[in-house]
């Protein structure tokens, strides 16, 4: 089993962790500042779908400007599938 651990700051989790956990990081606050593989892996999974719902709901909304209900065509007039495609 991989035991490899991540340290935060160096690893550039410290973002992603505050505000998928809204917890904030210090480090003179003398816990420890890694994350094993596991949950490195599942916070980037999680920061991928908070990108993805904030940048969707943009463009959800962009497209709203035009037109009254959300369907399919104008998301992908709108290259919302080649968006979808590109953030997988
Ligand atoms: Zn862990």
Redesign the pocket.
Known sequence: MDRKLYHIIDYKLDLPYQQITGLMISEEDDLPQK??W??THRLISCQRFRNKAIMSQGLMTDVLETEKHISVRPLLRNDFSLFLNSIK
Request: net charge negative.
């Open positions: 994350l094993c596991e949950c």
